[in-house]
């Protein structure tokens, strides 16, 4: 077995004894989850995926919202649109094809190539985004057609971190104490290669410019959800067209991501940009454009007095 083998196990076992660690009492509270607040979650998954679906619900129990009921008590599960029954056209609600260009937007890069028109290559969709973009329309549709005003929509290979409540009890007072409306805030993303462009917004939240990947945990507003809809269709993976709206839409994120895709499960993802990557010597190897974490020689375990902090993640 490879070093990088070793480490990806290593750091499998870590999440694993982490996870359980997080959800042994006391549980994690949160007064952002009520009437006031965020007061339901929409939970994306395969109707083929049982194990993770029960698992992303171990991690919603072990969330309370401000009246002490877990998170699982506001959860809807939506069924994900499956990439193995996606035959003939894709709906109107996607454009499947989008340029490198696009790419390039979101994640910048020096180009080592001298063709004047690469930029304009021309990409297709694989199967998989395409499934992925319409199964986020679905909880947008839902989102938009509710009566609730705020929803966390969360795909169903997450992780809450054990900062998470208090990074989102953080910025929600800030919210609330700067009068700040938004259509997106990302609790959970991951940064381009290149690194993203943000403007800075208080000291639990920032807004994104460009340059963030992941619709993994993402609170929603209705407003948002109604915007979302009327700039249909998508062009391009979910998360690369998000962000050439932008400008036209109010984002905001946590100051640093609170919820994370689990490292023990594979993707299930086909990245349609990395054959072209490749092709123009962008990338020398198949791997999904965001920043991977550094390789360690190991899992860090560290224990602490309750509250000292030593245990987060």
């Known amino acids: 077995m490879n070093r990088s083998a070793v480490s990806s196990a290593l750091r499998r076992f870590a999440h694993r004894a982490m996870t359980r660690a997080r959800r042994s009492p006391p549980q994690q509270q949160s007064g952002t989850f009520g009437p006031e607040g965020i007061s339901r979650v929409l939970v994306i998954n395969l109707d083929r995926q049982d194990a993770r679906w029960r698992d992303v619900q171990a991690e919603l129990r072990s969330i309370r919202g401000a009246d002490g009921r877990s998170l699982i008590e506001l959860t809807t599960r939506i069924s994900a649109v499956d990439a193995r029954y996606l035959t003939g056209p894709a709906p109107s609600s996607v454009d499947t094809t989008y340029s490198l260009a696009d790419q390039l937007f979101v994640d910048p890069q020096p180009v080592p190539f001298t063709d004047p028109d690469a930029k304009a290559l021309t990409i297709a969709m694989s ?60 609790a959970g993303y991951g940064e381009a290669l290149a690194g993203a462009e943000w403007s800075p917004v208080s000291g639990a939240l920032r807004s994104p ?24 269709p998508v062009r391009g993976p979910v998360d690369l067209w998000i962000n050439h709206l932008f400008d036209d839409l109010e984002v905001l994120a946590l100051y640093r991501s ?21 092709k123009v010597g962008l990338v020398t190897s198949e791997r999904a454009p965001t920043i991977e974490p550094p390789e360690s020689i190991g899992p860090l375990v560290v224990f602490g007095a309750p509250g000292s902090g030593v245990q987060d993640s």
């Open 127 to 186: 199967r998989p985004e395409v499934a992925v973009a319409l199964s986020h329309i679905r909880a947008w549709e839902l989102v938009a057609r509710g009566d609730v005003q705020h929803t966390l929509v969360l795909e169903d290979d997450v992780f809450f971190r054990r900062r998470f409540t208090s990074a989102l009890d953080d910025a929600w007072s800030d919210i609330e104490a700067l009068g700040l409306s938004f259509d997106v805030l990302f």
């Open 209 to 232: 410019r460009r340059g963030i990947w992941q619709l993994s945990g993402y609170v929603l507003s209705r407003s948002g959800a109604e915007t979302l809809l009327g700039r249909l």
């Open 258 to 278: 609170a919820v994370d895709q689990r490292p023990d499960l594979a993707s299930g993802n086909a990245y349609s940009v990395l054959p072209v990557l490749s």
